[in-house]
């Protein structure tokens, strides 16, 4: 039987600082991290998609897992690393390439994006990582970015695989499959809310946690609202979980991370808002409403 989900409370995916000539900006990926672990962050995720993963080289990749972890080390926290690929075998070098390095403690993978290689599919992929990636397992379920959805028996099969510890569950919508994923999530199975704007409802629904992009900013604020969730304070978290429902609605105005990229520049916390194309820079608009819910004063002439 596997023990009580290990992944509880709040998983920050890390933006990946560059600098304006997009050149990766390790220390402030280092400061960032410091930053979320000392306000109440339980862990870091290293490579997600708010990391701009699909754009970084291999070399980057291995910087960016090198700050993250040395961050997690000081902080005794755990780090979950993103591995996306819609080729087993090379999703399964990935994953023994993590193993080996002995301080990842879970990848997070999302069900094979564009591939739609169907539920079965599916299943024997993730069970194939299981038997050889060496590595605790989160199934990103993110049918929006895939292709793929998957149903509520799928997610409870997928559970039930020894190496699989959760489910990053972000279909866009709270509705029969989440419920019957709640209701009957095999034990030691963790479910982390990854649509931030309906994170509270799904922690009022019984998610373990959340993997939350809006929490590279006001992360005290995201951790508090798992908290009261958790603790059964449903008033005040309800209160607080309405405001950042609206935090999180303008973080994602525009193609994620870029408005959050915006927002960290304007504080002066990135040493600027560049992302890689396909991405563009966020609007002026979109960081300043944005920057203003996110209790930041932004001079005039940082955000652009
Ligand atoms: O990188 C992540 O992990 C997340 N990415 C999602 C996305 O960009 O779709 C959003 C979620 O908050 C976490």
Known sequence: MKPDPNFTGLYVPLVTPFTDDLRLAPDALAQLADEALLAGASGLVALGT???????????????????SAACRRHGAPLIVGVGTNDTATAIESLRELAARGDVTAALVPTPPYIRPGEAGTLAHFTALADHGGIPLIVYDIPYRTGQTLSADMLAALGRLPEVAGVKHATGAIDATTVELLGCAPHGFAVLGGDDVVISPLLAAGAHGGILASANLRTADYAELISLWRHGSGAPARKLGTELARFSAALFAEPNPTVIKGVLHAQGRIPSPAVRLPLLAASTSSVRRAAHLAGSRIPAAAAH
């Open 50 to 68: 708010t990391a701009e993963a699909a754009t970084l080289t291999a070399e980057e990749k291995q910087t960016v897992v090198q700050v993250c």
